[in-house]
């Protein structure tokens, strides 16, 4: 198989270990942002799918974070309750897909090192591949669950 | 202007080494030292000047502010510039050809081309760290208004 088909397939089989991360945190968005606030969605996948670095999507977040409130709003169903929606993408992100990143280039998966400029350049496309695809996953589940009206948490329709 | 090259380097500087040092530079004026986040109209005055103008102008407006006559009220401010301006100038005198290994090759151009580039380079690298440093500064703000907001709260 040829390099970039490896590197294709990795971040699919990712895609289907993070699947249940990126539902929660759309139920979370559903939940934070309704219907309302749709675009604030559509301009995150926006900036994800067009932006050169992994910290422009970071920085993205951050001052959506700081700038409104819903997206400070913490899920009740969430085992940390406090932590707000930004805050959490931002975590997930920062963290978790990293140590996916760090994982997938590996010597017994891809076999990307970590010391030439080349090496670096290429796990830097790789996690934002992967950032990608998870908020593509994200966005899904929030249009659904906005789709039925199902904005609270558990799912269930929002009460009046 | 940059070549491709040039600018894909800055963006793995950005992601990789300017980034985290943006954030633990915010926290530890905010959190560490307890200085107070950067206020809005500052925020937009170091944006706008990061994004539009050369290197050599941005610099001249960091000295600028950091040696303002600031009331006590504002002394913050001027911590923060002084700690940009250090930043700034150890990344232009020692980080960009030490570590980076980004330093314009004189032998190929004239004084007056690498000096142009040398300044571009440091206009990119400065308006990264600038943009990291803004958005952490956002999210700090927004948990220090909060934080005071149930202060207040718990008061009444």
């Known amino acids: 198989m040829n390099p970039e088909m490896k590197i294709i397939r990795e971040v699919n089989i990712q895609a289907e270990n993070f699947y249940n991360a990126a539902v929660k945190l759309g139920d979370h968005a559903a939940y934070t942002l309704k219907a309302q606030h749709r675009s604030q969605m559509t301009n995150l996948e926006n900036i994800a799918e067009s932006a050169f670095k992994a910290t422009d999507i970071l920085d993205y977040i951050k001052k959506q974070t700081a700038r409104f409130t819903y997206w400070r709003q913490p899920f009740p169903e969430d085992k940390d309750a406090n932590t707000g ?66 904005a609270s948490p558990g799912g269930k329709k929002r009460e009046a | 202007m940059l070549s491709n090259a040039q600018l894909q380097k800055i963006y793995l500087l950005s992601d990789t080494v300017l980034y985290p040092e943006a954030v633990s530079f915010m926290r530890k004026l905010v959190q560490d030292q307890e200085c107070d986040p950067l206020p809005a109209s500052q925020v937009a005055g170091l944006l ?56 314009p090759d004189i032998q190929e151009r004239s004084v007056i081309e690498a000096r142009q580039e040398l300044d571009e380079l440091m206009a990119r690298l400065a308006r990264e760290f600038i943009q990291h440093l803004v958005a952490e500064n956002g999210v700090l703000a927004a948990l220090k208004a909060e934080e005071r907001m149930k202060q207040r709260m718990n008061r009444r």
């Open chain 2, 48 to 103: 706008s000047i990061a994004e539009v103008t050369r290197y050599d102008e941005l610099h001249r407006f960091v000295l600028h502010q950091r040696d303002r006559n600031w009331p006590p009220s504002k002394r913050d401010i001027k911590t923060f510039y002084t700690a940009i301006e250090d930043v700034l100038s150890v990344m232009q005198r020692k980080r960009l050809k030490d570590e980076f290994h980004m330093m």
């Open chain 1, 85 to 150: 929606f930004g805050e959490r993408l931002k975590d997930y992100l920062e963290n978790q897909l990293q140590t996916t990143l760090v994982n997938i280039c590996g010597p017994k998966r891809l076999d990307i090192g970590n010391t030439t400029d080349e090496d670096k350049q290429e796990r830097r496309r790789i996690y934002l591949l992967l950032i990608r695809q998870f908020i593509r996953q994200m966005v899904v589940e929030y249009e659904y669950q906005v789709s039925l009206g199902n």
